[in-house]
């Protein structure tokens, strides 16, 4: 079992700024990869970012390049995202997910076990 629980959620005004952080507990953190999904209202999930377990690979959805950075602090059990630059469109519930099985540039959403509760993001115009 993984428990994710995500912060750093709130109002920010398009171009500015937010850091989400997720904390894990429940199973060692730097034996599984991480991945952050957005999910605005009356639209599907979709994959933001993705980091393996060590840290040295990250993935990230086109729209999200070179906006938004995944890292993560294997000794504080923690995955974060950095959002730069942010537009409306970027409104929505985030949400970290665990991918204890597989490797890779994984996107799906039925490739990950474990979920976080969200965080809503809101970028004003």
């Known amino acids: 079992q993984v428990q994710l629980v995500e912060s750093g959620g709130g109002l920010v005004q398009a171009g500015g700024s937010l850091r989400l952080s997720c904390a894990a507990s429940?199973?060692?953190?730097?034996?599984?990869?991480m991945g952050w999904f957005r999910q605005a209202p009356g639209k599907l999930r979709e994959f933001v970012a993705r980091?393996?377990?060590?840290?040295?690979?990250?993935y990230y959805a086109d729209s999200m390049k070179g906006r938004f950075a995944i890292s993560r602090d294997n000794a504080k059990n923690t995955v974060y995202l950095q959002m730069n630059s942010l537009k409306p469109e970027d409104t929505a519930v985030y949400y970290c997910a665990a991918d204890l099985r597989g490797h890779g540039p994984r996107r799906a959403v039925g490739e990950y076990e474990y979920w976080g509760q969200g965080t809503q993001v809101t970028v004003s115009s």
């Open positions: 429940g199973r060692t953190f730097s034996s599984y990869a």
């Open positions: 980091i393996a377990r060590s840290g040295g690979v990250t």
